[in-house]
Antibody, heavy 116, light 106 residues
Framework: VQLVESGGGLVQPGKSLKLSCSASGFTFSSYGMHWIRQAPGKGLDWVAYISSSSGTVYADAVKGRFTISRDNAKNTLYLQLNSLKSEDTAIYYC???????????WGQGASVTVSS | EIVLTQSPTTMAASPGEKVTLTCLASSSVNYMYWYQQKSSASPKLLIYYTSSLASGVPDRFSGSGSGTSYSLTISSMEAEDAAIYYCLQLTSTPPTFGSGTKLEIK
């Protein structure tokens, strides 16, 4: 199982960014997927979830600004980040929802910095 | 939202020492999950369903608890166990993590 995030970077407040998570080593279409973030020096903060059938759930802090999606043909998970705020600065991890319902595999993370 | 409170915030243990980390939930949860995060690495699953060891995790790690009180125990501290440990609840949405316990080696 391998998850590789990309698309992070430095972006100005109010702007947008799209993160990708490329999956391999498992049948991507059969698994739900999460995005979880970690602000510098802080703990883990759940962001969003998409089921294998593309149902979605969001944290209140990002609802209406972030969109999680997936392309099963490309084995790729996405997170569209709009109207970015300084408090969105974090490492963003994608994680697989395993058979036991828990995040059992994580990517290495993509760094997002929101600053003018 | 269920709030998870971990204690202690930071602690140090000597090699061979028994370590117990605690996670208290603001409401009853069905199970607790535990992760280990070293340096700048991504979190690693240690315990699922409160007390089941994830694949490849040394058996010096164990989990227990029920309702609102859960714990992670390391039976004999090793240098490689120095890390930050997080608890996680999945009983209710949104999933929530504890703020972490930083465990250092003496």
């Amino acid at each position: 199982v391998q998850l590789v995030e990309s698309g992070g970077g430095l972006v100005q407040p109010g702007k947008s960014l799209k993160l990708s998570c490329s999956a391999s080593g498992f049948t991507f279409s059969s698994y739900g997927m999460h995005w979880i973030r970690q602000a510098p020096g802080k703990g883990l903060d759940w962001v969003a979830y998409i089921s294998s059938s593309s149902g979605t759930v969001y944290a209140d802090a990002v609802k209406g600004r972030f969109t999680i999606s997936r392309d099963n043909a490309k084995n790729t998970l996405y997170l569209q980040l709009n109207s970015l705020k300084s408090e969105d600065t974090a490492i963003y991890y994608c994680a697989r929802r395993g058979g036991r319902g828990v995040m059992d595999a994580w990517g290495q993370g993509a760094s997002v910095t929101v600053s003018s | 939202e269920i709030v998870l409170t971990q204690s202690p915030t930071t602690m140090a243990a000597s090699p061979g020492e028994k370590v117990t980390l605690t996670c208290l939930a603001s409401s009853s949860v069905n199970y607790m999950y535990w992760y280990q995060q070293k340096s700048s690495a991504s979190p690693k699953l240690l315990i699922y369903y409160t007390s089941s060891l994830a694949s490849g995790v040394p058996d010096r790690f164990s989990g227990s608890g029920s309702g609102t009180s859960y714990s992670l125990t390391i039976s004999s501290m090793e240098a490689e166990d120095a890390a930050i440990y997080y608890c996680l609840q999945l009983t209710s949405t949104p999933p929530t993590f504890g703020s972490g316990t930083k465990l250092e080696i003496k």
